[in-house]
């Protein structure tokens, strides 16, 4: 089992930026991947970005690129999204989640992809 818990949520204008974290604990010898996905009201869960745990390869979405940085500690147990010139339609909880297999880089894009999933954390973008 492993638990993930996200903060670094919360209100921000348009233009600003805000810093995501994911805590893991429990089994986590055992992660390949570490992702943030995000789910706006009335859509589905979306692929923001992924880190490999231990090369540190990683990937966005497009409409992230430029924007957003994913990172990891891996002495720590966390993954970070650094999120900026954050816009309206970021607006969405955002899920950290932790994957034991190993793939390419479109395979690790799907939620499929992953085991373990944190709670999620909101973020609001105003306009």
């Known amino acids: 089992q492993v638990q993930l818990v996200e903060s670094g949520g919360g209100l921000v204008q348009a233009g600003g930026s805000l810093r995501l974290s994911c805590a893991a604990s429990?089994?986590?010898?055992?992660?390949?991947?570490m992702g943030w996905f995000r789910q706006a009201p009335g859509k589905e869960r979306a692929f923001v970005a992924h880190?490999?745990?231990?090369?540190?390869?990683?990937n966005y979405a497009d409409s992230v690129k430029g924007r957003f940085t994913i990172s990891r500690d891996n002495a720590k147990n966390t993954v970070q999204l650094q999120m900026n010139s954050l816009k309206y339609e970021d607006t969405a909880v955002y899920y950290c989640?932790?994957?034991?297999?190993?793939?390419?880089?479109?395979?690790?894009?799907?939620?499929?992809?992953?085991?373990?999933w944190g709670q999620g954390t909101q973020v609001t973008v105003s306009s």
């Open positions: 880190v490999t745990w231990r090369r540190g390869n990683t």
């Open positions: 989640a932790q994957g034991s297999n190993s793939g390419g880089w479109y395979a690790l894009s799907l939620p499929e992809a992953y085991d373990y």
């Open positions: 429990g089994r986590t010898d055992s992660t390949y991947v």
